[in-house]
C-alpha cells in the first residue's frame, strides 16, 4: 500500500495540462479489376499519407469526430475519393476498394460520434463511452441501461430486459458468435461480470426490436459486438477498489496476424459490505478472453475467439435489520443468520471463424464454436427473524431498535444445484453485393446437451410452530391436536435431468437502397426458419418447425430538414431453451412450444443544428401482440418458468432520445420511454407482467472544466418507476398484486487526464511511450437512494398476514480508479 500511494502521489505531481486531437484508422485491401492486390496504391487524407504494401494492404490514421475525405491514387487508374467520412475516436474502419478504369465516388458515408445512421433502425455508439461512464458493474450493458426501453433496476447485474422482455429474450453476439449467459445464477451479486470485454470492443450495435432476418430467434432485442482487429501494439491497464484489468494488442511485423487478449478480476466485497446484511463476503470473478486474427491471403482470413471464466462466490451472512413501514406506523425485520453460500460458476468457449472473399461482391463466411458451463449452487441458511415496532422517540437511547415483537420465526433454506451444459454450432453465412443491393443468406446447425440437477427445499418454523405448504393434504390444526406427521418442507424441488437439442436454422434476406422520384428510398426483406427436435433420459422426443418472415422500410425525404423514417414488422419466435422447458417442480415438458410475437414499429430520426453542434432527436413507437406465452416469475435475476403456452401478452410504448454534443467534444443525451405489457393467462384476464416498468427517464452526460480541459466529468441518472414484486409462495397472482418502489440512481465519476492517447513526447520525456493516463474516483448511488430488488414476505402472528419487506440494494460507495495506456 505505501508503494501504491507513493506512485498515486508521483502522478498527480506529474500532470500536464495537454490537449490532444482524437484519431481513428482506416484500413483494408486494395485490388485491381481482376482482383489482383495493387501495391504503391497512394492513400491521402489531409496532411497525412500511407502507401498500400505488396499484398495490398493499407492502413491510415485519421481525424475522428470531424467531417474527413480520403483519396486513393495509383498510375494507370483512377482515383478513388471517400467523401464526407466521420468515423468516432478510436474507431477502424475497414474499407477494400477495388481500382477500375472509371471513378468511384462513395460520398456521405456517415458513422458519426453520436451514433451510425441505418435503415434498420440500429443504434450505435462508440465503446469509449462504456470505459468512461460510472456504474457499479460498468460496461456496455451500463450504457445500454441508459437507453429508453430497457428495463434493469439491479446495479450488481448486466441483465437487462428490453421493451417488456425478460433477460431471456435478449440475442448477445460477439463477432457473429452468440454467446450465453450462465444458467443459475439467481441474484445480481452472484453474477461477476458480462462476457463482453469492453475493453477489447471497436463497435457495438443494439437493436430494442423489429431487427432484420439475419439475427436470431428471440423476442426482444439484439446486442452485436464487433472485437478489435488491432493494427498497432498497445497495452492497456486498469485497476480500482473493485478489481483490475490489463488488455494486450499486438500485430506481426507482416501484419498478417493480430491479437487482442483481455484478462480481468474482479471482487465485489466493496459494492456488497454496503447492503443491510452484514456478512463476511468473498465474491471472487476472473475472465481471460483472446481474439486473433491470420490473414492467410488478400482474400482469406482467419479468427478465433477464446474465453474462459471462473465466478466463485462465498457468501457467510450474519444479521440483517431492514426498517419499512411507514411514519405512523414504523416496523423493522431483524434477521439473524447461520450457515453459508459456495457457488462456482465456470464457463468456457472457443470459436473458429473464416472468411473467405471470392472478388469484391460475394463473401462467405464458415464458423464452428463450442460452449461449456459447469454449475454448482451449495448453500445452507438458517434464518431468525423478528418483526416488530421500533423505537421512534428521538430522546430515547433506543431509537431505531425493536420495542415489541409482532412475529418470530426461523427458516431454513438448502439447495444442492449442478448444471452442466454444452454447446456446440456449426454455421455459414454469406453476403453478395451488386450496385445498391445486398443478398444475405445463411445456415446453422446447433447441438444442446443440458445435464441438471436440482435440489432445494425451504422449511419455515413461525412462532414455535412448523408450517406446512398450504395444500389439501395437508391438516395443521395445531395447537389445538397435537402434529404427529412427519416434517414437509414448505417448498421443495428435487430432479434429475438430461436433455439433448438439436437444431438446425436458416435465414435469407434482401436490403436496397434506391429512390422515389427525389426521395430516397430502403427496404429489407427476410425469412427465417427453424426445426428442432427434443429427447432426453424420460423425456418424450418431440420435434418443431416455425417460419418467421420479417421486413424494414426507411424513407428520407428529399426535405431541407434532415429526416429519415423508418417502419419494421414482422414475426419473431422464441423456441424454447432448457430454462424454458423446465417447470416449477424442476420437471422438463418437452411440450413447450415456441413463444410468438409480432412486432410494428414506426419511428424517425432528425438530424439538426444546435448551438452550431450536431444534435440528433430519435422517436420510436412500438406494439407488439405476442401468445403461446411461457409465464414466468422474476426473483432478482432468477427466472423460472411455469412451462406452458397457455398465456396471451401485449406490449406498447414510445421511446424518445436527444443525443448530440450537449458540451462541445462530448456525446451526452436525454432519454425518455414509456411502456405498459400485460398478461392474459388461461383467459383470466389480464395482469401486469413482472417487467412492467412503465415511465422511464435517463440522462448520460459528459462535461469538462473549461479551463482546465483535462478535468471531465461523467454522470448517468436513471428514474423508473417501480416494477411488479412478485407475490408470497403459493399466492394467486390475479389476487395478489404488488409493486415495488421506484428506482431512482446517479452515478457519478470524476477524472483528470493526464495524458491523451495520441499526444506526441519527444524522445527521453518519461510519457514519450504513454498514450492515455487518467486517475480518478466515483461515487456510486450518489443520493444514497434505497432501491429495492425483491421483497421479503414475513408472517405477523397477530393478524396472520404477510408483510412485504424490501431488501435494498447497495448505498453510496466510493470507488478510485486508474487508467493508464501504451
Not at 475493453?199 to 446486442?223: H, I, R, T
Not at 474462459?308 to 457468501?315: A, K, P, T, V
Not at 472478388?359 to 464452428?368: I, S
Not at 436454422?505 to 430502403?522: A, D, E, V, Y
Request: hydrophobic share 35%.
Amino acid at each position: 500500500m505505501y508503494r501504491f500511494a507513493i506512485l498515486l502521489l508521483f502522478i498527480f505531481l506529474c500532470t500536464a495540462n495537454l490537449v490532444s486531437a482524437q484519431s481513428a484508422t482506416i484500413t483494408g485491401i486494395i485490388l485491381d479489376e481482376e482482383n489482383n492486390p495493387l501495391s504503391n496504391v497512394s492513400i491521402v487524407s489531409e496532411t497525412k499519407g500511407t502507401i498500400s504494401d505488396n499484398t495490398g494492404y493499407y492502413l491510415l490514421e485519421v481525424r475522428a469526430d470531424s467531417e474527413i475525405s480520403i483519396v486513393f491514387s495509383h498510375l494507370g487508374h483512377e482515383r478513388i475519393e471517400l467523401r464526407g467520412l466521420v468515423l468516432t475516436t478510436n474507431q477502424v474502419f475497414a474499407f477494400n476498394p477495388v481500382m477500375k478504369t472509371s471513378v468511384i465516388q462513395i460520398d456521405s458515408v456517415e458513422v458519426s460520434a453520436t451514433g451510425e445512421r441505418s435503415v434498420s433502425g440500429i443504434t450505435n455508439f462508440s465503446p469509449v463511452l462504456a470505459t468512461k461512464i460510472p456504474g457499479a458493474n460498468a460496461g456496455i450493458e451500463n450504457v445500454l441501461k441508459l437507453l429508453p426501453g430497457v428495463f434493469s433496476n439491479n446495479e450488481l447485474s448486466t441483465q437487462y430486459g428490453v421493451r417488456g422482455g425478460n433477460y431471456d429474450e435478449n440475442l448477445v453476439y460477439v463477432n457473429e458468435i452468440e454467446v450465453y449467459r450462465p444458467f443459475l445464477i439467481r441474484t445480481g451479486q452472484q453474477e461477476g461480470f458480462s462476457f463482453v470485454n469492453s475493453d477489447m470492443v471497436e463497435k457495438v450495435s443494439f437493436s430494442p426490436g423489429g431487427y432484420q432476418a439475419k439475427y436470431g430467434d428471440k423476442l426482444s432485442s439484439v446486442l452485436d459486438i464487433t472485437y478489435k482487429t488491432p493494427t498497432r501494439f498497445a497495452l492497456q491497464a486498469e485497476a480500482s477498489l473493485l478489481g483490475a484489468s490489463t488488455t494486450v494488442e499486438t500485430i506481426s511485423k507482416n501484419k498478417n496476424f493480430s491479437s487482442v487478449t483481455g484478462l480481468r478480476y474482479r471482487n465485489n466485497s466493496l459494492l456488497l459490505n454496503s447492503q443491510q446484511t452484514k456478512s463476511n463476503f468473498n465474491p471472487i470473478f476472473a475472465d481471460l478472453q483472446s481474439y486473433f486474427t491470420y490473414r492467410l491471403s488478400s482474400r482469406m482470413q482467419l479468427h478465433f475467439l477464446g474465453n474462459l471464466g471462473l465466478n466463485e462466490y462465498r457468501n457467510q451472512p450474519q444479521s440483517r435489520q431492514t426498517n419499512f413501514g411507514t411514519i405512523a406506523d414504523p416496523q423493522a425485520l431483524q434477521v439473524f443468520y447461520l450457515g453459508q453460500e459456495k457457488n462456482t460458476y465456470t464457463t468456457a468457449l472457443g470459436a473458429l471463424n473464416a472468411v473467405y472473399f471470392v472478388h469484391e461482391d460475394l463473401r462467405l463466411n464458415f464458423t464452428t464454436s463450442l460452449y461449456h458451463t459447469v454449475e454448482e449452487e451449495y448453500s445452507d441458511i438458517i434464518a431468525q427473524y423478528e418483526l416488530g415496532e421500533i423505537e421512534t422517540n428521538l430522546g430515547s437511547n433506543s431509537l431505531g431498535e425493536v420495542t415489541s415483537s409482532r412475529g418470530i420465526g426461523a427458516q431454513f433454506n438448502r439447495s444442492r444445484n449442478d448444471l452442466d451444459a454444452l454447446i456446440y454450432t456449426l454455421s455459414h453465412k454469406g453476403e453478395y453485393r451488386k450496385n445498391k443491393s445486398v443478398l444475405s443468406w445463411g445456415v446453422r446447425y446447433t447441438y444442446e446437451d443440458v445435464r441438471d440437477q436440482i435440489r432445494e427445499s425451504e422449511f419455515i418454523d413461525s412462532a414455535g410452530f412448523f408450517i406446512r405448504p398450504p395444500r389439501d393434504e395437508f391438516i395443521n390444526n395445531q395447537p389445538e391436536e397435537p402434529f404427529t406427521a412427519p416434517l414437509v418442507a414448505y417448498g421443495s424441488i428435487n430432479a434429475r435431468n438430461s436433455t439433448q437439442t438439436k437444431r438446425l436454422s436458416g435465414h435469407i434476406q434482401l436490403g436496397k437502397r434506391t429512390t422515389l422520384g427525389k426521395h430516397q428510398f430502403s427496404y429489407n426483406v427476410g425469412m427465417r426458419a427453424q426445426y428442432w427436435n427434443l429427447n432426453g433420459d424420460g423425456v418424450p422426443q418431440n420435434s418443431q418447425f416455425i417460419i418467421s418472415p420479417r421486413g424494414q422500410v426507411a424513407l428520407k425525404p428529399a426535405w431541407e430538414k434532415d429526416i429519415v423514417f423508418r417502419l419494421s414488422s414482422g414475426l419473431y419466435q422464441q423456441p424454447p431453451f432448457y430454462r424454458e422447458l423446465r417447470d416449477a417442480e424442476g420437471n422438463i415438458r418437452p411440450e413447450v412450444k415456441a413463444q410468438k410475437a409480432f412486432h410494428l414499429l414506426l419511428g424517425n430520426e432528425y438530424s439538426f443544428q444546435l448551438w452550431n453542434r450536431p444534435f440528433s432527436l430519435h422517436s420510436e413507437a412500438y406494439y407488439k401482440r405476442l401468445w403461446d406465452v411461457n409465464t414466468y416469475t422474476l426473483e432478482d435475476v432468477r427466472l423460472r418458468y411455469v412451462a406452458n403456452n397457455n398465456a396471451t401478452a401485449y406490449v406498447y410504448g414510445v421511446d424518445l432520445r436527444l443525443y448530440g454534443a450537449f458540451v462541445p467534444g462530448t456525446e451526452s443525451w436525454v432519454s425518455l420511454g414509456y411502456l405498459t405489457t400485460k398478461e392474459n393467462s388461461e383467459d383470466r384476464g389480464y395482469i401486469p407482467r413482472p417487467t412492467d416498468q412503465r415511465l422511464k427517464a435517463a440522462i448520460l452526460f459528459q462535461d469538462y472544466v473549461p479551463n482546465i480541459p483535462n478535468l471531465k466529468m461523467y454522470l448517468n441518472l436513471v428514474y423508473s418507476t417501480g416494477v411488479p414484486g412478485g407475490s408470497p409462495s403459493y399466492a394467486d397472482p390475479y389476487v395478489f398484486q404488488n409493486r415495488l418502489r421506484d428506482y431512482k440512481r446517479a452515478d457519478l465519476g470524476i477524472s483528470h487526464i493526464f495524458v491523451d492517447e495520441n499526444q506526441n513526447f519527444p524522445e527521453g520525456h518519461w510519457l514519450h511511450r504513454c498514450k492515455e493516463l487518467s486517475v480518478g474516483f466515483e461515487i456510486f448511488n450518489l443520493f444514497n437512494n434505497q432501491n429495492a430488488i425483491t421483497n421479503t414476505w414475513v408472517r405477523d402472528v397477530d393478524s396472520k398476514n404477510e408483510f412485504a419487506v424490501p431488501n435494498f440494494m447497495t448505498s453510496r460507495i466510493l470507488n478510485i480508479k486508474i487508467r493508464v495506456r501504451f
